[in-house]
């Protein structure tokens, strides 16, 4: 039966017991004879026996997927976050499972210098009217409101006759 490994290492390794068996078989090695002609014999040293192969140059990579898969396992530990202690996971969880309640009501969000709303400070807005420190924004509501020269018939309407306000309407509150 014959074996055949994707590590070109095994592969070498194999390929030069097969050789070495070939070379030693029986300590006989390949004898070099001189074939005797018709009672002429050759006059001087007799030529060495040829010098045995040299192993194969080793194989190049070879891009199967046990090879890829090596590849791919060399690579995980910067892949991966790394593994965190104990007590830096117990951290984490404290944090995540800090006591917060859920708040209704309405609190204006003010417009920031970007011009979008920002609820973050209408969320804590509302919390602290409830008896909380701090809170995040859950649910928001927005609304156009417009002047009353909007509803003039035929008038053409102005980029500044209506605004959009966004109120918080229930928020995540913590002490």
Do not use: H
């Not at 017991?17 to 014999?41: F, I, N, R, Y």
């Not at 204006?108 to 804590?124: E, F, T, V, Y």
């Not at 649910?139 to 500044?160: F, H, M």
């Amino acid at each position: 039966m014959m074996v055949r490994s994707g590590n070109p290492a095994v592969r070498l390794g194999t390929l030069m017991s097969a050789v070495l068996l070939l070379l030693g078989a029986g300590g006989t090695g390949w004898a070099q004879s001189v074939p005797q002609s018709l009672g002429v014999q050759e006059q001087g040293p007799q030529a060495a026996p040829p010098p045995a192969p040299s192993a194969p140059p080793a194989p190049a990579e070879n891009p199967g997927l046990i090879n890829e898969m090596g590849k791919l396992f060399d690579k995980l530990p910067s892949i991966l976050p790394p593994i965190k202690s104990p007590s830096e996971a117990m951290n984490d969880l404290s944090r995540l499972a800090t006591p917060s309640t859920m708040v209704s009501g309405r609190a204006a969000c003010p417009i920031s210098s970007n011009g979008a709303p920002d609820c973050k400070l209408a969320a804590n807005q509302l919390c602290q009217s409830k008896g909380y420190k701090e809170g995040k924004s859950l649910n928001t509501d927005s609304a156009e409101k417009c002047s009353a020269k909007v509803l003039i018939p035929g008038r053409q309407r102005k980029p500044d006759d209506c605004r959009t306000d966004t109120v918080v309407t229930s928020a995540l509150c913590q002490n």
